[in-house]
């Protein structure tokens, strides 16, 4: 469930005179207040939608609404308000959905690096994640280095998405020994049959 709605808020007070009133029909002063509306999802402010302004007669004490307003109060508090901005953290709920997109998109391309610097420089206890072609993923874990070779242990569990794979990476997975030459191991991340490096 997603809880949203829209909340006004208090912007200014200030006062306008020489105005007929609609109502006592007097030349009097006006003290006016403007509140901007702005939408929320889970009280969370994301963007506004629009200024309401309301008068008070200060012989009468009637208060209009800004569709009541005659011209010329509607022309004297448009030219005391001036060009008003809405306050920036009403867009708090966009900078954090931006700040979380651009948070992933970094995230995204360091991992990105990390697995180009790992598979270029294995280290022992480096777990790849790799795609087995039909639809299953596994993993397998690098046991010892040498000159031109790498041990691995390969895990005997598969999952059918990614996300799940760290629900296998368990040692008592790791049973059968491979050996390939590192060659080979870069060759199997640039064809993608090694998507992640996780190196703890």
Known sequence: ?????????????????????PDCNATVSMNYSLYEKYAHIYWIPFFPIKKLTFAECNSCKKTFEQKEFSPTIKQKIQHSIG???????????????AGLFLFGMYSTVQ?????ISYIESPKIGDVYSIDNANGFYSTMKLTEISKDSLTLLLND????????IDKIDLEKN???????????????FKENKIYEVVRH
């Open 157 to 164: 569990m598969e999952v059918d998405k990614k996300t799940g």
């Open 83 to 97: 060009r008003i901005s809405s306050p920036l953290w009403m867009y708090s709920g966009i900078f954090i959905i």
């Open 1 to 21: 469930m997603i809880f949203y709605g829209t909340k006004s808020k208090h912007i200014k007070n200030d006062r306008i005179n020489n105005v007929d009133c």
């Open 111 to 115: 991992k990105g690096k990390d697995n």
């Open 174 to 188: 790791y049973r059968d020994k491979k050996i390939i030459a590192k060659k080979d191991l870069q060759k199997l």
